[in-house]
Nanobody, 119 residues
């Protein structure tokens, strides 16, 4: 089992920044990925960014956030961060942290944190 605790959401004006954090605990594998998805009202959950929990830290971003969002990780703390800059109203959504074990294919989700971009 893996538990994920997210923090850092809130209300921000367009053009502003927020940083989300996701702390993982439990049976964490080094052969895994962590990342963020989001779901806006009336829309399907979509990928935002992922990062491998390996020495390479390979990242993957949705086209809509490239150049504005940065995912990073602190393996010692089993924590993943999402730095969100130049936020737009269309970034408004509930952001979910996800952990995936690449060996046994198990997947865990956080409870979600609301991000609202509005003036």
């Amino acid at each position: 089992q893996v538990q994920l605790v997210e923090s850092g959401g809130g209300l921000v004006q367009p053009g502003g920044s927020l940083r989300l954090s996701c702390a993982a605990s439990g049976s964490i594998s080094s052969i895994s990925t962590m990342g963020w998805y989001r779901q806006a009202p009336g829309k399907e959950r979509e990928l935002v960014a992922t990062i491998t929990i390996t020495s390479f830290g390979t990242t993957n971003y949705a086209d809509s956030v490239k150049g504005r969002f940065t995912i990073s990780r602190d393996n010692a703390q089993n924590t993943v961060y999402l730095q969100m800059d130049s936020l737009k109203p269309e970034d408004t959504a509930v952001y979910y942290c996800v952990y995936r074990n690449l060996i046994n294919r198990s997947q865990y989700w956080g409870q979600g944190t609301q991000v609202t971009v509005s003036s």
